[in-house]
């Protein structure tokens, strides 16, 4: 393994400065079993079918599809290496 992966600080990073990410909407659904099982999948409303399908009348969510990523190990590493005391 090569690196650090930062999901979870990226995450709240993206919740105080959106600008670090560029987000698309869509439908999302987890595989819940079979080979494929957790795997995560995005409609993005961009196919259209001609009958109900799974994907039908389901809520839309914002989801993340690029990151600043430069900027973001920047601010978790000025972070981390922050010496000043923290407030009790």
Not at 23 to 32: A, D, N, P, S
């Amino acid at each position: 393994m090569r690196g650090v992966y930062l999901h979870d600080p990226t995450a709240l990073l993206a919740a105080v400065n959106p600008s670090l990410v560029t987000c698309t909407e869509g439908v999302v659904r987890v595989q819940t079993s079979g080979i494929t099982r957790g795997l995560t999948i995005l409609y993005n409303k961009q196919k259209r079918f001609g009958e109900v399908t799974q994907w039908t009348d389901k809520p839309t969510v914002q989801v993340a599809v690029t990151v600043d990523a430069p900027t973001v190990l920047k601010l978790v590493m000025e972070r981390l290496m922050d010496d000043t005391p923290t407030r009790s």
